[in-house]
């Protein structure tokens, strides 16, 4: 992506996050029960839809990699960009989600089915990034990862539903429902809501995109000899 | 690629009986692990024999670790992994093969964990149809995503910690069914019986795919 497309989906992205503090600290109004402790629902949802779609692009651009025909490092390193925000974002979900759930339910945790699945997906992903650490050729480490992610994401699903069956206490879905209200978000909260998701995917969009762009530097920097990058540090005027 | 499955199985299984490291090193590993749980957990019969089932699976489960890194250990020594390349077996072949070998130790280890939880735990088997059909489902899922990652981390220098961090994550759903199955093979009747039974064939169908599909990948990054 063109660097002034990065910058401008940068600037989208603090505009979006900055209207998204606005309208939820200032235009909506407390909840009835959950008091100023609602406003978690503009940080924690919005975290927790990045952190699964990270995952998702991670995983589909795994399969895109371990496909010969559309075998690119351009993949590689959008799968590594998406895992490291959402290991980021599913680190965040698990604290807001703490820090939620002592005011609303009386503890930082509990052993509920969504908690648990997202801790583990947490967890999991971890290991895809101590993993990309193992070494080897650029290759290597891109079709070892590749297949990693893809083992670890389909584990998501079948985590989701085992610790379902196992114990749940968390509330239903409060977007993903056929109407907004039925959950009891509407009007200027579910807006808000709604803005808080489009932020979000805009600050997870630009760091991806700024990510690929390191990974792009760094194997360029692999492939060049060392008086080829002093040469190149030194035509940009930066002291190398 | 069934034939060269069974010729990895039989070659595996052929190496163990001849040096018995898992006679020796890992079902001890097992049997103490048991055994300190109980020590943690203290003498009362009741405690014991509620919690024999989860003792027993995170038994299985720490010692797969354990279990597929020698079955990987054994494709380094000597080129071996070259030689099946050089051979042409089929990647997929090696995978099953591999996998077979590392479940019927698993099996041994779960024989020997389920008569101590019996003998030692107070643990009675009400439903063994229940127990038998979710340990040998559990088995073949550890051991797939076992041989899955065992390759996977093969070439790491630190693959002996690397493994269980990988591994133990994501037989969570494996050990948590396998756990209230053997629950309920415990009792007359139980709720849910049959979820827990889909969530371990549902598991252990899709790493046995996944690694049919995936293990001539995996095979070219070693």
Redesign the interface.
Known sequence: MKQRKVTILGWAAVVTLAATAFFGIVVTPPDVVQRQYVRFLYLHPPMAWVAYLAFGIAAAASILY?WPKTRRMAFDALALACVESGVLFTGLVVVTGSMWAHPVWGTYWVWDARLTATA?MF??F??YL??RR???SPE?VA??SA??A???F??VP??H???L??NTLHQGPSVLTPGLSSQGVHGAMAWTMLLSFVAFTLLFAWMVARRMELERLRLGGTNRSLEEQLAARRAEGVPA | MLRDAWAVFAKDLRIEAKTRVGLWQVLPFAVIALVTFAFALGPGKSALSAAAAGMCWVGVAFSSVLVVGRSQGIEREHGVRTAQRLAGIDPAGVFLGKTGAVAVQLAVIEVVLGAGAVGLLGYHVHRLWLLLVASVLATIGLAAVGTIYGALTGAARARETLLPMLVLPIVIPVLIAGVRCWQAASVSSAPRVGEWLSVLGAFAVIYIAAGVVLYGQIEEVQ
Request: no cysteine; glycine share 10%; hydrophobic share 70%.
């Open positions: 371990l583990l967890v999991l971890l290991g101590a993993l193992v070494g080897g290597q079709k070892r297949i990693a893809l083992v670890s389909i584990d079948i985590v539903f085992s610790v069956w196992w």
